[in-house]
């Protein structure tokens, strides 16, 4: 994928010339009336744009992503999302290009002269007698630009709302050589240990006691946590469901809890009607008439009556995106991924040429790629209080996170198995855009990782509790004791409001069996930001007639190229 983004980062590049080129060979064309260097950055936009939504859709790469480290200075995202970072980052590098790099004596000069004398160098139409001058306005523009989002920042308090108690889990199964190759049920039994060790120690400590903590009100598995792949129209029947099911109704401390596990499940069609695949997503079992279709999911248990509406805010009854089933009060919906991933859960382009499909499957029989089915829609999972039930990848597209709060998400929750890129910084890339989704959203977010980092996030894209590579299993993880301890401590101190609070979200972290587990407390909130209101598009068409008119302005003086 890095190959092939860099060859499709080479198109705004290329427009950049060929437009350059065109002007030079047609002065008098409407284009020239346009800077070159202001279209550019609306090509790029325009680019960032489309490449988040096709089958080779990979918004890893954006430029806005690049601020995931330092939260503090786009709390604007809350308004543009990652557009604008993208925006800004151009036009800071082109302002700096032209300071730097352009001799000052070709640049600037009017179309119209008055007595064959060049009149004095301007930008947009403010006379600059040194190049300090020049400078100082964009230092100026990062300075207004940074004091905006520390007032954001500060006007943004991560405890306003309803307090809600979560418990992420870590497992820590190596997805080469464990993950998919033990017992599904002794690895359920061993998540659902790790959980209940969480649970009492919640209810028991002297810490909570002390500081009144609640309940503990949702629980989180991290992705593909139930290993075989559950009926979609028979949940109950599945041995994985059946054991949450029974462990989450007879215990008392659950009585007001949520679980959310990631799981892999399938929908089987048999094809009576019409020939052909019942959906595109389908795949042809051994009996020529019954198909079958896979789905990453995300399975919502809870204490709960039927919802009003089993299928969401957009019912379609056709195909209906979440399936209830009742046992002893019990509500099951599920939510089936819908960014998925291109090469490893789809295949690019197989509806436009179908042929792609066929050559994947005679390269390895066994690949489900092409294959995995998705929801047409984002789906909030819950009951009162809903969360997104966000699957790995889809925690990068800041667009597609909105349609969850946009359907009742109060908190945002990633699920994901983060093990698949070793000790890297891609792990670490994942959890740190995530971030920006909070800050997109004003929303608390909770990972639960397989490995990887699991951990909280406050809506100002503060981490208030996060875990390290492997941590829980001594033999994988690479931090000595030491370091993890400076680690927290550090972290604890950052994340105290108030100084007489010792800790202000009741933080608990414990390790037991290699496994890991993380509780705090969040505050939950129906706001919805403008970047939500309003979405890419709309900013994106902001955007656009701000550089346009840019473009148009700066057009009077020329560049040589």
């Excluded at 209940?196 to 909570?208: R, T």
């Excluded at 496994?515 to 209101?533: D, E």
């Excluded at 900013?539 to 003086?557: G, K, M």
Aim: hydrophobic share 40%.
């Amino acid at each position: 994928m890095l190959f092939i983004n860099s060859i499709l980062m080479l198109l705004p590049f290329s427009l950049f010339r060929l437009h350059a080129r065109f002007v030079k060979k047609n002065p008098l064309s409407f284009f020239s009336k346009l800077d070159v260097h202001w279209l550019f950055i609306l090509v790029w936009l325009l680019y960032e744009f489309g490449h988040h939504r096709w089958d080779l859709s990979w918004p890893w790469l954006c430029l806005g992503n690049a601020f995931s480290g330092m939260t503090w200075f786009v709390q604007w995202y809350s308004i543009t999302g990652t557009q604008g970072g993208s925006c800004l980052i151009l036009i800071v590098n082109y302002w700096l290009f032209r300071g730097l790099i352009i001799d000052w004596n070709t640049v600037f000069s009017e179309r119209s002269t008055t007595k064959n004398k060049p009149s004095p160098r301007v930008l947009f139409g403010l006379k600059i007698a040194r190049k300090t001058a020049y400078f100082a306005c964009l230092v100026g523009l990062l300075a207004i630009i940074t004091v905006l989002s520390l007032a954001m920042r500060y006007r943004t308090n991560p405890t306003e709302g309803t307090p809600y108690r979560v418990i992420s889990i870590q497992p820590n199964y190596d997805p080469f050589e464990e993950k998919f190759t033990l017992p599904p049920m002794e690895m359920m039994r061993q998540m659902w240990q790790t959980t209940y060790s969480a649970i009492q120690e919640n209810s028991s400590s002297s810490s909570a006691k002390r500081e009144n903590a609640p309940p503990i009100n949702c629980i989180l598995w991290p992705e593909t946590s139930l290993i075989n792949s559950v009926n979609v129209d028979f949940m109950q029947g599945d041995e994985q469901v059946d054991f949450i099911l029974q462990k989450f109704s007879t215990d008392t401390l659950l009585r007001d809890a949520q679980i959310l596990v990631g799981a892999n499940m399938v929908q089987w069609d048999q094809s009576t009607k019409t020939p052909g695949k019942p959906n595109p997503a389908a795949r042809q079992s051994n009996d020529p008439s019954l198909w079958y279709t896979v789905f990453n999911s995300a399975l919502m248990f809870s204490h709960t009556e039927r919802l009003k509406s089993p299928i969401g805010n957009n019912p379609q009854p056709e195909q209906p995106l979440i399936a209830s089933q009742a046992n002893k009060k019990i509500h099951v919906a599920f939510y089936h991924k819908s960014k998925l991933v291109p090469g490893t859960e789809k295949l690019p382009f197989s509806q436009t040429f179908p042929f792609l499909e066929q050559l994947a499957v005679s390269l390895d029989e066994n690949s489900t790629t092409g294959s995995l089915g998705k929801s047409n829609q984002a789906i909030a999972l819950g009951k009162s209080k809903k969360t997104a039930p966000i699957i790995c990848y889809e925690s990068i597209y800041g667009d597609y996170v909105s349609e969850f709060v946009k359907d009742g998400a109060q908190w945002l929750s990633i699920i994901t198995n983060d093990a698949w890129w070793n000790n890297t910084p891609g792990h670490k890339q994942h959890f740190s855009y995530a971030k920006l989704r909070a800050i997109e959203q004003r929303k608390w977010v909770v990972r639960s990782a397989n490995t990887g980092i699991s951990g909280f996030i406050d809506p100002r894209g503060t981490s208030t509790l996060e875990s390290i590579w492997y941590e829980g299993r001594p033999q994988k993880m690479e931090t000595s004791v030491g370091s993890l301890e400076n680690f927290r401590d550090h972290r604890k101190i950052l994340t105290t409001t108030h100084p007489q609070a010792t800790d202000p979200y009741q933080l608990q972290i414990r390790s037991e069996n290699n496994q890991l587990s993380l509780c705090q407390t969040i505050y939950l909130n129906g706001n919805k930001t403008l970047y939500n209101r309003l979405g890419d598009t709309v900013i994106l068409c902001l955007l656009s007639t701000i550089l346009l008119l840019f473009a148009y302005f700066d057009s009077r003086y020329y560049f040589r190229l």
